[in-house]
């Protein structure tokens, strides 16, 4: 019940903005919230918890995870007039956090600042950027760089995303994460609401667990519709964890004997991902 009147909230702000911000000149600024109800990372939860006879413990990324957690995004963006240039900083809170003001996930709760291009050469739309990623505990603070290839016009467009992260404070090390992707749009009603349907794969090379290999398999379906300035999604995900290094990285806990907690396959998850977002 709580989701919901969060996403209603959501949505009923976006729509009492627009007279607020009405404007004859785009000034190229874009404010947005998003919401993920299962907040995964190439696979793997990026907040978790253990859950032993009804009470809820936090547990650190290095070690298994059970309770896999939601996640809420604001964001502003900013795109330099024509040069292909956007700007964003982004929040990434736990659910649990925002909606029930527990602080077991407080310290891996970040603030993203984000530098992007994208330019369209011919066939080729060439994307890429850098990210960094502040969290409460710095010790968990990383930076990416990227780069992607998406074949526009060609069918299903496919597109070749290569990412590079860097961790900073006790890890000083580096990971790397390759993407292949196909994905194909249907215009509903145009100019109003279309319908994305897309599969991608991911390698990735995973030090800080020492594993490495095909991390995720994704489907994904997603509605956009524009009202004016202010633009909603909603998305449904398939999750596929092919190898078992990142299923059991990413699995539940059996703690039916406490001392003794046994990994479950994590294979297969369903997750959906709702958003708005107005323009200005």
């Not at 903005?17 to 990372?41: A, C, H, Q, W």
């Not at 936090?58 to 298994?64: K, S």
């Not at 997603?222 to 078992?244: D, M, N, Q, R, S």
């Not at 039916?256 to 991902?273: G, T």
Request: charged share 20%; aromatic share 20%.
């Amino acid at each position: 019940m709580k989701k919901f009147v969060c996403i209603a909230l959501i949505t009923f702000i976006s729509f009492i903005s627009i007279p607020l911000f009405s404007s004859n000149e785009d000034l190229g600024f874009t404010v947005g919230m998003d919401y993920v109800s299962k907040n995964k990372r190439r696979g793997l939860p990026a907040f978790g918890s253990i859950e032993i006879d009804g009470e809820v413990f936090p547990v650190g990324r290095a070690v298994e995870f059970s309770l896999v957690d939601g996640a809420f995004f604001p964001f502003v963006s900013y795109d330099v007039m024509d040069t292909g240039i956007s700007i964003k900083v982004k929040g990434e809170f736990a659910e649990s956090y925002i909606i029930d003001g527990n602080k077991t996930h407080k310290d891996a709760s970040s603030v993203n600042f984000n530098f992007d291009y994208s330019n369209k050469f011919d066939l080729v739309t060439l994307e890429g950027g850098a990210w960094y990623f502040w969290h409460w505990d710095k010790n968990l603070s990383y930076s990416e760089i990227y780069m992607s290839l998406k074949f526009e016009d060609i069918f299903l467009t496919p597109t070749i995303t290569y990412i590079h992260d860097y961790y900073y404070y006790y890890y000083h090390w580096k990971d790397f994460y390759i993407q292949l992707g196909i994905s194909h749009s249907f215009d509903l009603m145009p100019d109003i609401t279309s319908l994305t349907l897309g599969a991608s794969s991911g390698y990735f090379n995973h030090k800080f667990r020492d594993i490495k290999g095909i991390s995720n398999i994704d489907l994904s379906t997603k509605l956009e519709v524009k009202a004016g300035a202010v633009t909603y999604t909603a998305g449904f995900y398939y999750l596929i964890v092919p190898l078992k290094e990142f299923y059991y990285s990413s699995s539940e806990l059996d703690w039916s004997d406490a001392a003794n907690p046994k990994p479950v396959k994590d294979r297969n998850r369903f997750y959906a991902a709702f958003g708005a977002a107005y323009s200005f």
